[in-house]
T-cell receptor, first 114, second 113 residues
Framework: AQSVTQLDSQVPVFEEAPVELRCNYS??????LFWYVQYPNQGLQLLLK??????LVESINGFEAEFNKSQTSFHLRKPSVHISDTAEYFC????????????FGTGTLLAVQP | NAGVTQTPKFRVLKTGQSMTLLCAQD?????MYWYRQDPGMGLRLIHY???????AKGEVPDGYNVSRLKKQNFLLGLESAAPSQTSVYFC????????????FGEGSRLTVL
């Protein structure tokens, strides 16, 4: 069975500081990995995904994540955060099967302070 | 361009009552899902469907039933609500050609007293 662990339930950070949100996964088969973002009172939105190829993937708003197979990790990073990045971030894994169903981690609340 | 629409957005039930949550998508997606979100537990998959007339169990299916009679709709039913089913429920849909890209509704907040 697959699982995702997000060890940090909340990460406070000051505006313009760098941030890393940690994600580790467990799976016995090849996986696809994802980061989703949830703004207050909204549904989740896809931020970025790793399917194959380059292990470093980027989003359009400056986030990046690196797939590390040996450490079974997919940490999310941003070199300089903005107040508008305040949201809950979910790491998710899929088993590359034909159903597209995702297993989510417990989420990390990124709280950006001025 | 509505995307994924959930109704109702809020509902309060008494223990033992029944209700149905409706999810509708206008993107012609093959796959649809119901998740529940609870504090500190992330999102957990209840049931999902890979096409009209098909459904399958997810991680936490007990106490719920689903139906997908039309491709655009996915219904989640609670036959006898329990306080443990107090949660925020999210419906999502995806295309079989877009790996892992789920489109979520805005959620339905259910409270069972």
């Amino acid at each position: 069975a697959q699982s995702v662990t997000q060890l940090d339930s909340q990460v406070p950070v000051f505006e313009e500081a760098p941030v890393e949100l940690r994600c580790n996964y467990s799976s016995s088969v090849s996986v696809y990995l994802f980061w989703y973002v949830q703004y207050p009172n909204q549904g989740l939105q896809l931020l970025l995904k790793y399917l194959s190829g380059s292990t470093l993937v980027e989003s359009i708003n400056g986030f990046e994540a690196e797939f590390n197979k040996s450490q079974t990790s997919f940490h999310l990073r941003k070199p300089s955060v903005h107040i508008s990045d305040t949201a809950e971030y979910f790491c998710a894994v899929s088993d590359a099967g034909a159903t597209n169903k995702l297993i989510f981690g417990t989420g990390t609340l990124l709280a950006v302070q001025p | 361009n509505a995307g994924v629409t959930q109704t109702p957005k809020f509902r309060v039930l008494k223990t033992g009552q029944s209700m149905t949550l409706l999810c509708a998508q206008d993107m012609n997606h093959e796959y649809m899902y119901w998740y529940r979100q609870d504090p500190g537990m992330g999102l957990r998959l209840i049931h999902y469907s890979v096409g009209e007339g098909t459904t399958a169990k997810g991680e936490v299916p007990d106490g719920y039933n689903v139906s997908r009679l039309k491709k655009q709709n996915f219904l989640l039913g609670l036959e006898s609500a329990a306080p443990s089913q107090t949660s925020v429920y999210f419906c999502a849909s995806s295309s079989q050609t877009r790996t892992g890209e789920l489109f979520f509704g805005e959620g339905s907040r259910l409270t069972v007293l």
